[in-house]
């Protein structure tokens, strides 16, 4: 009885997110400085304003998932990041960046660049924002891992987690990227290259705060950022661990 009440719960939660409608990302009558990313140019912002197509987006994403994968979970050696349940504002903001070589990657720049418009990119992140969290994502499993854990914990409450937020949430109208479900070896590979100025399109301020970390903390403050657990937004191949 409980297993078939959970899987009816399961359903009616499936169907109330398939049947909300994606929103536009701006939010109606805000000002320029409550949101600065309204002052964004071009593209970007024209997608923001857009209505995203959830089924087009998924149309669109078959341009993606060979390197992203169907789950949208990318790979688990950090080589290629996990998109899905990210925040539209994200990654609207990551697409534009790419196609205009804000953010260097030549891997994925032709894909990027066949886009045609602002439309694309709404439809495309109404998509995969919709999509649940993969749990079965690479964190760091090295013999040290609960000195590292403890260590990267520390260091993560103590300046990131004011913008990422505690369990790894990020801020959708800040454009402050979910973390949480993200491979240990791609965030660690993106913080350093933010730290030593790769990934020039970073917000100014994280940039001000990740300078002041050396290789050993961000290894830290990685592995604790790949265990963190949105509740409600993960989801696992596997079936679920039963409740003590
Ligand atoms: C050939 C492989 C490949 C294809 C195809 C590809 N990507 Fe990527 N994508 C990557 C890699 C690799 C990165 C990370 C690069 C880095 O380390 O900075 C990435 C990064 C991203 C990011 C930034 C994620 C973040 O957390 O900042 C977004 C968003 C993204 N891809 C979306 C897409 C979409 C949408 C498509 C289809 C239109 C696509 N990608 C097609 C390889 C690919
Ligand atoms: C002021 C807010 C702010 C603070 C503080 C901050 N970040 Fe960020 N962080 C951001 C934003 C915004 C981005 C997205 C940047 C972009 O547009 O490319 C980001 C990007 C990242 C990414 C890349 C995520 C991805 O999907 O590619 C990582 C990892 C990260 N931050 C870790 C940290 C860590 C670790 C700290 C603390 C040492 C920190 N951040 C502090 C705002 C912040």
């Not at 990041?81 to 925040?87: S, Y």
């Not at 854990?149 to 959708?172: D, F, I, T, V």
């Not at 100014?204 to 300078?211: G, N, T």
């Not at 002041?212 to 903390?217: H, V």
């Amino acid at each position: 009885m409980k297993k078939l009440l959970l899987a009816l719960s399961l359903a009616l939660q499936a169907a109330a997110l398939a049947a909300a409608e994606p929103s536009p990302v701006r939010p109606e009558g805000v000002a320029v400085k409550d949101y600065p990313w309204l002052a964004l140019p071009g593209e970007t912002n024209e997608a923001l304003e857009r209505k995203g197509d959830r089924k087009r987006g998924e149309r669109l994403y078959a341009l993606c998932r060979s390197c992203h994968l169907s789950s949208a979970g990318g790979s688990s050696d950090g080589s290629v990041p996990q998109l899905a349940g990210q925040h539209s504002t994200v990654l609207i903001k990551q697409m534009a960046d790419i196609r205009s070589g804000a953010r260097h990657n030549a891997t994925m720049y032709p894909f990027a660049a066949v886009l045609a418009d602002p439309q694309d990119l709404a439809d495309l992140a109404a998509y995969l924002e919709g999509l649940c969290i993969p749990r079965e994502h690479g964190q760091y499993d090295a013999p040290d891992a609960a000195q590292q854990l403890a260590k990267g914990k520390a260091l993560y409450e103590r300046e990131c987690s004011a913008c990422h937020g505690p369990r790894g949430e990020g801020a959708r109208y800040k454009f402050h990227p979910v973390i949480a479900g993200q491979h240990h070896a791609y965030l660690l590979r993106q913080m350093t290259d933010i730290r030593d100025g790769k990934r020039p399109n970073v917000n100014p301020e994280m940039l001000s705060v990740i300078s002041r970390y050396d290789d050993e903390q961000l290894l830290a403050i990685s592995a604790y950022q790949s265990s963190l657990v949105m509740p409600g937004r993960m989801c696992s191949a596997r079936p679920p661990a039963r409740k003590q």
